[in-house]
């Protein structure tokens, strides 16, 4: 984690000290350029606390699954909706959901969701279409997220899940390799069952399975 805040924080200081000294003669869409840089780099940094505290609490046993019964449609169209401002529409995500009212623990699988979706949307081109369905299996529920992104080449995928791995295609788009650590562990203290089909340049499906 501290080797990953290295960037972001080289960001916000440098940013911090361009506007410090050269504020008033930097033209108006430098510095909001600065700026934006900031704001994205202090949310980076955010989000990986955020992912190491509900690990921790995870791997801790202080945190145990509380379903409750909720609206699953509304429930992934509120998600869906986040994420879509967070990535600023950079991907169309269509949502199919299923009807009706399941047991849920809405903050282990808000995290689920959240960090599929934000993954498909950042390995996937601008204007691409990131698919969240819903599907009602009887005794099962089942979360299926698609996208049409660079994939996980086959030498990676054993490993995939495990704290910091993160896939030899990646280049230089940002990431910590915990946003699927976290996903696993939540799946897992939920009861339910992870699994992904991908090809490298061909995209990735995930399946979540659960009993609501």
Known sequence: VSHEFRTPLSVILSGAELLEAHAASLSETRRLELLTQIKAST???????EQVLLLGRIESGTMKPNPQPVDVAAFCREIVDEVQTATQNR?????????GTRSLDTTLMRSVLTNLLSNAVKYSKPGGIVILGVQDLGDLLRFLVVDEGIGIPKADQATIGNPF????????????????TVVKRCVQLCGGEFSFWSEEGQGTHVSIFLRP
């Open 165 to 180: 791995h993160r896939a030899s295609n990646v280049g230089d788009i940002a990431g910590t390799g915990l946003g699927l």
């Open 91 to 99: 991907c169309e995500i269509e949502l199919k959901p299923c009807d």
């Open 43 to 49: 949310n980076r940094m955010n989000e990986m606390v």
